[in-house]
């Protein structure tokens, strides 16, 4: 075989051996389990958003607190991700976060008993988040996070709940939060190292802070653990009246092999809010040749 045949046949190969990945990664009828956020629909009562949901082909309401768990299993539904809420705080969870060791006695409290009602509703993820910056470098805010989530890391092994910190942009929505971008989430998994924390991959809001959504959900997808959605700018509709094309982007964490739950979270401007979440659940379910 002279040097040509062997670079032919190499590439061949190379081509072959890609395109088997590709074929396991995404095959015909591969799509995500969908799940839409409460908040944006929050007028609508659950019992009939939950009807609504079904027809939709939805499978869960998320970010709901443990009072709420009832009513989604009632419908044969799931809350793929669940939050909760304390008065206890100065100010909001997600500006009182786990970068500040001053709410930590707060934080694992209320984590705690949020962990053992979701595992037992049968669900298996809750959100946190890493707090205002507040002039503390990413360094410090990964030791502080680490510090504090470390101590419930044997609860959520225990009863088989990930905890999930989501990534929020800082330009727009929530000025100074500091796990803004994908290295500080990534920086804290390594950190942790453990399998029941992970990252909430918010695709509108690091397509503001970054953009390159695709490679950086190839490259990394081992650290995500969910995923969610909303249109830029603005947090609307996922359509073509903006600017990420959300096939692509579903195309891309199915070929990670990822297989579990997108959250809608856009915000509907038009009159029929259930017809944008009825699009938006089209535009994320790609057919594949």
């Not at 395109?19 to 409460?38: D, E, I, T, Y």
């Not at 019992?47 to 709901?64: N, P, Q, T, V, Y």
């Not at 081992?222 to 509709?237: I, L, Q």
């Amino acid at each position: 075989m002279n040097r040509r045949q062997a670079l032919l046949t190499g590439l061949s190969a190379a081509i072959a051996a890609q395109s088997r990945l590709f074929a396991q990664a995404s095959p015909a009828g591969a799509k995500l389990r969908h799940s839409v956020c409460r908040a944006t629909f929050a007028k609508v009562p659950l019992d009939e958003f939950c009807e609504a949901c079904k027809g939709l082909g939805i499978e869960s309401i998320e970010l709901l607190e443990p009072a709420d768990y009832a009513t989604v299993l009632k419908h044969g539904l799931e809350c793929a991700v669940g939050r909760f809420t304390t008065k206890r705080l100065p100010d909001t969870h997600i500006n009182c976060g786990w970068n500040n060791p001053e709410y930590h006695p707060v934080l694992i409290e209320g984590y705690t008993e949020l962990i053992q009602k979701t595992a037992d509703a049968g669900f298996k993820k809750v959100i946190c988040f890493s707090g205002l910056r507040k002039g503390l470098s990413d360094a410090a805010g990964i030791e502080n996070c680490a510090a504090g989530l470390s101590k419930l890391m044997p609860l959520c092994d225990k009863l088989g709940v990930t905890m999930v910190m989501e990534l929020l942009n800082s330009k727009v929505n929530h000025a100074d939060y500091q796990g803004d971008n994908t290295p500080f989430g990534i920086g804290l998994c390594e950190k942790l190292d453990h399998q029941r924390f992970r990252i909430l991959y918010d695709i509108y809001h690091m397509q503001i802070m970054e953009g390159n959504l695709c490679a950086t959900i190839k490259a990394h997808h081992k650290w995500f653990a969910h995923y969610h959605t909303a249109g830029v700018p603005g947090r609307h509709e996922i359509d073509d009246t903006q600017e990420i094309h959300y096939p692509a982007v579903v195309r891309a964490i199915l070929d990670t092999g990822y297989r579990d739950f997108l959250g809608q979270e856009f915000s509907p401007t038009r009159p029929d809010k259930l017809g944008s979440l009825k699009q938006a659940i089209e535009i994320c379910t790609p057919s594949f040749p």
